[in-house]
T-cell receptor, first 113, second 113 residues
């Protein structure tokens, strides 16, 4: 596709449930980033992939969060045992070569009740 | 100390004026610096990148970088109501943080007619 695609655009779940958020980057982009953004805040770094491997996962808040990119293209962010504090917009971005010039998707808004 | 800090705002300027947005960063090894614009309810989009000390101009936008002072700024000349948005400063780390792009909290800019 022409841009970064994220699904679902909205997800409402109950506390304790498992959630998967998907990101399909721009074709050919080797770098893929996950951020989360709360209202009134800047995007908070979660994890960065270069190809299939996680180059930097220092932003994942705890072991309930996990992300994969098995074939170097689509990535899935997985959140186990969701908590109300996980409610945010989860943004995915891709870049060619990790240059820092990111192209963002429209985000997945997660609401944990 | 936050890794990337922006003046808290909000900043309000009249149409036609110069808007000045400021950002400081803590990692002295940082190599690349970016300004993103985020309209309400939308994802961030890149408007400027700067890699070396000095000024970089692109249309009505000028980015300024001073690595010795660990300071980045964005000037918007002839501000228009369509420039009203949140402006995010982003810094790409050096060394072991290479590739990680860290955002500031953003400055809300309002340009009033």
């Amino acid at each position: 596709g022409a841009g970064v695609s994220q699904t679902p655009s909205n997800k409402v779940t109950e506390k304790g449930k498992y959630v998967e958020l998907r990101c399909d980057p721009i074709s050919g982009h080797t770098a893929l980033y996950w951020y989360r953004q709360s209202l009134g805040q800047g995007p908070e770094f979660l994890i960065y992939f270069q190809g299939t491997g996680a180059a930097d996962d220092s932003g994942l808040p705890n072991d309930r969060f996990f992300a994969v990119r098995p074939e170097g293209s689509v990535s899935t962010l997985k959140i186990q045992r969701t908590e109300r504090g996980d409610s945010a917009v989860y943004l995915c971005a891709s870049s060619s070569g990790g240059a820092g010039e990111l192209f963002f998707g429209e985000g997945s808004r997660l609401t944990v009740l | 100390q936050k890794e990337v800090e922006q003046n808290s705002g909000p900043l309000s300027v009249p149409e036609g004026a110069i808007a000045s947005l400021n950002c400081t960063y803590s990692d002295r090894g940082s190599q690349s610096f970016f300004w993103y614009r985020q309209y309400s309810g939308k994802s961030p989009e890149l408007i400027m990148s700067i890699y070396s000390n000095g000024d970089k101009e692109d249309g009505r936008f000028t980015a300024q970088l001073n690595k010795a002072s660990q300071y980045v700024s964005l000037l918007i000349r002839d501000s228009q109501p369509s420039d009203s948005a949140t402006y995010l400063c982003a810094v790409k780390g050096g060394g072991t943080s290479y590739g990680k792009l860290t955002f500031g909290q953003g400055t809300i800019l309002t340009v009033h007619p």
